[in-house]
């Protein structure tokens, strides 16, 4: 899939965000189809088939929230990558959880909101075709032989180091929140603090700085994601 075969549903109501979006991504090749209301939106998304939506979340006649319910509740199966504003980090956690597959902040810098975009129409083909053996710069894991390996040299891990390293990877690129990552590693039982002590003790072993980490990074108040190249 290239940009120039990509739609790209814009749902905002305000019109210099529209604008801004339309321009950039119209830059890189996209096709953009817009929309300033929930009402809108929904006509758009069933009438043009496109293959990724940015929704605003504070949108003038339905909650972005309730939208996206909406549209998950429909099985409505494409990329949703909201906006929202850098303090609702609630806002943010609770949207990932009824089905975002990312979100950006506002302000946002085209670049970076690009490239997301791009990470998740990247991230839906591989569910199609999942691909056995992940590489991100030096580290691969093989998903079929549970073998990591960083710089070539195999790293042993513990079960749950492991378990926690392997949801990620199947969803590389994606922010994952801590409760999806407690359910699918621990069936949703723990507390989050031991999520964040096996986090430490895995970047311990696949980082060359633990602390400065290049692959498994923070979303701060949200949970974590995996680098892909």
């Known amino acids: 899939m290239t940009s120039s075969t990509v739609k790209i549903l814009i749902v905002d109501d305000e019109p210099p965000i529209r604008k801004l979006l339309r321009v950039g991504f119209g830059t890189e090749g996209y096709t953009v189809i817009e929309a300033a209301n929930a009402r809108d939106a929904v006509d758009l998304a069933r009438d043009e088939h496109p293959d990724l939506i940015l929704l605003d979340l504070g949108l003038p006649d339905m909650p972005g929230h309730a939208l996206l319910e909406k549209w998950r509740a429909e099985m409505l199966d ?11 980090e609630a806002g943010i956690v609770r949207a990932l959880e009824l089905g975002a597959d990312d979100y950006v902040t506002k302000p946002f810098g085209m670049k970076e909101l690009i490239a997301r975009v791009r990470v998740a ?14 590489q991100t710069g030096e580290l691969s894991v093989d998903l079929v032989k549970r073998i990591v390996k960083v710089a070539g040299n195999e790293v042993k891990l513990s079960p749950k180091e492991y378990d926690i390293l392997r949801v990620l990877v199947q969803h590389a690129g994606k922010v994952l929140t801590h409760r999806f990552l407690l359910e699918h590693v621990w069936g949703g039982s723990t507390d989050v603090q031991y999520l964040r002590v ?7 072993k696949i980082e060359k700085t633990p602390d400065q980490p290049q692959y498994i990074t923070t979303e701060t108040g949200v949970g974590y994601r995996l680098r892909v190249d």
């Open 78 to 88: 494409l990329p949703i990558v909201v906006l929202s504003s850098r303090t609702d």
């Open 198 to 204: 096996y986090v430490r003790q895995l970047r311990q």
């Open 121 to 134: 129409l990247r991230h839906k083909l591989q569910q199609h075709g999942e691909r056995p053996v992940f």
